[in-house]
C-alpha cells in the first residue's frame, strides 16, 4: 500500500497562516468587544482564566476557519482521510498554541537579521 507523502513545508506555510489570521481575528476583534480578554489582570488566577479563555475562543475560530474552508493541514503530514472533524480539531489546538510558537520564531529570525546587518555594518 503507497504511503502518501510528507510536506513539511506545506504543513507549515498552512499552519502560520491559519495562526496569523486566528491571532488577528482575536486580537482585533474578539478582544476589543470583551475588554476583560484584553486586560491583563494582577492577579495570577483570574489572568490564568483570562489566558485560557483566549486560548479556547482561538481554538474556535482556528477549527472554525478550518471546517468551513475545508483546510486539512494533516495531509500535509501524510494522514490523508483523516476527515474534517479530525482535521478542524487539529488546526483549532494548533492555531491555538501554535500562534505563540511562530510569534517567537518570526522574533528568533528578526533578532538574527538584526545582528547580521550590525556585523555588516561594523566591517
Known amino acids: 500500500m503507497p504511503q502518501a507523502g510528507v510536506d513539511v513545508t506545506g504543513f507549515l ?3 502560520a ?3 496569523a489570521s486566528v491571532q ?9 468587544h470583551w ?10 488566577q483570574t489572568d490564568n482564566r483570562r489566558q485560557t479563555a483566549v ?5 474556535a475560530v482556528g477549527g472554525g476557519l478550518a471546517w468551513t474552508t475545508g483546510l486539512e493541514p494533516l ?4 494522514l490523508a482521510g483523516s476527515g474534517v472533524a479530525v482535521n478542524s480539531l487539529a488546526a483549532g489546538v494548533l492555531a491555538s498554541y501554535g500562534g505563540s510558537l511562530f510569534d517567537e520564531g518570526l522574533g528568533a529570525i528578526r533578532a538574527f537579521k538584526k545582528q ?3 556585523v555588516r555594518g561594523a566591517a
Open 75 to 78: 495531509h500535509f503530514l501524510g
Open 13 to 15: 506555510t498552512t499552519m
Open 17 to 19: 497562516a491559519l495562526s
Open 116 to 118: 547580521q546587518e550590525s
Open 35 to 44: 475588554a476583560w480578554l484584553d486586560n491583563p489582570h494582577p492577579d495570577k
Open 55 to 59: 486560548h479556547a475562543i482561538a481554538f
Open 24 to 32: 488577528t481575528l482575536v486580537e482585533h476583534v474578539v478582544k476589543k
